[in-house]
């Protein structure tokens, strides 16, 4: 069996969280779901707030908050009778920033797209039901979608979301919805209904996109790609005027630079070692022609000293929901 830490890196967050074994400490996702209400360093939230933004009984809110408080990951406001992110929490933030330099090479790549695209184009990563920029990138004269790091999209209603939940597998994917429909059964619902299609759209076609689903004036493009350090799929997407792009011409324009993008963002996770090394400059980063498969399909596997392995489209079933 081994460990539980063993089992858990080898599964995956996802997996864990939804195969039913029962393994995760409900203690300590509650404390999470209360720092998640914290949206910016700034944000000042009482217990009822934060039972409210999280749905859990106050007394309970209020026995986590006073435990985060002594740990320092959050402070707390007499004045306000409120709390707001503590010292601790920033400080784990920023040594989770060490790859830094990776997320400006990233940024570049998203500002090459933008340059090009009158959008907003972003890389994001999945945090239960919505999904976080970590960078993102606008044109001078972008209108309609003002996104910026840290904010938070829906899942349900977002091109990134749907091609998040296209990238995993089947079961992982659908289990993902049951969760969702128990706290959000509206985002749910929307959810499930394009997901068939949204998978189709993937596997033939590398992307996915989003016509007026978040918003009646946006349309989207998205495309999933493998992280080997979040260990999860993390996706390329931009968010555009419908009134300019309408469907052909996001699949006709937008989609193929946004292939590139993720071939490009891809290659630079892939070599996020290299990075980390500061030897980047010695690597050339090529951008394949339009060819998912690539993106989708490789990954690093860390038990063969880091050497990558190629694996055909969807045909390996992982737990953690990779295909």
């Known amino acids: 069996m081994g460990r539980r830490s063993e089992r858990l890196s080898k599964q995956g967050m996802l997996a864990s969280d939804l195969s039913g074994e029962g393994d995760v400490i409900q203690v300590v996702s509650r404390a999470f779901d209360v720092l998640r209400c914290f949206e910016g360093h700034e944000a000042r939230l009482g217990n009822l707030e934060i039972s409210n933004r999280c749905g859990l009984p106050r007394s309970?809110?209020?026995?986590?908050?006073?435990?985060?408080?002594?740990?320092?990951q959050l402070v707390y406001l007499p004045r306000d009778q409120k709390y707001r992110i503590g010292p601790s929490a920033?400080?784990?933030?920023?040594?989770?920033?060490?790859?830094?330099?990776?997320r400006n090479l990233i940024h570049l790549r998203l500002q090459d797209v933008a340059e090009h695209l009158p959008g907003t184009v972003g890389f994001v990563i999945p945090d239960r039901f919505h999904l976080v920029y970590l960078e993102?990138?606008?044109a001078a004269n972008a209108l309609g979608l003002h996104e910026s790091t840290g904010s938070r999209i829906s899942m349900a209603s977002t091109a990134a979301g749907s091609a998040y939940l296209a990238a995993l597998d089947p079961e992982v994917g659908d289990a993902l919805i049951n969760e969702m429909e128990r706290e959000t059964p509206d985002a749910a619902k929307l959810a499930r209904s394009r997901i068939e299609i949204n998978r189709r759209s993937l596997r033939e076609h590398g992307y996915v996109t989003a016509f007026g689903t978040?918003?009646?004036h946006i349309n989207g493009c998205a495309v999933p790609l493998w992280s080997p350090q979040y260990q999860t799929y993390v996706v390329v997407t931009i968010g555009l005027l419908s009134a300019m792009y309408d469907e052909k011409r996001v699949?006709?324009?937008?989609?193929?630079?946004?292939?590139?993008?993720?071939?490009?963002?891809?290659?630079?996770?892939?070599?996020?070692?290299?990075i980390f090394a500061n030897r980047l400059e010695r690597k050339s980063i090529g951008v394949p022609a339009h060819n998912n498969n690539k993106i989708m399909t490789?990954?690093?596997?860390?038990?063969?000293?880091?050497?990558?392995?190629?694996?055909?489209?969807?045909s390996v079933r992982a737990r953690d929901g990779r295909r």
């Open 298 to 314: 490789e990954e690093m596997n860390g038990l063969e000293a880091g050497t990558r392995r190629p694996r055909p489209a969807r």
């Open 60 to 72: 309970t809110v209020s026995r986590l908050t006073h435990t985060l408080t002594r740990m320092g």
């Open 214 to 216: 978040w918003s009646p």
């Open 90 to 102: 920033v400080a784990m933030s920023t040594s989770m920033m060490k790859g830094l330099q990776l």
């Open 136 to 138: 993102f990138a606008r």
């Open 251 to 274: 699949h006709k324009e937008v989609a193929p630079r946004m292939l590139d993008l993720a071939a490009a963002v891809g290659a630079l996770l892939d070599g996020e070692g290299d």
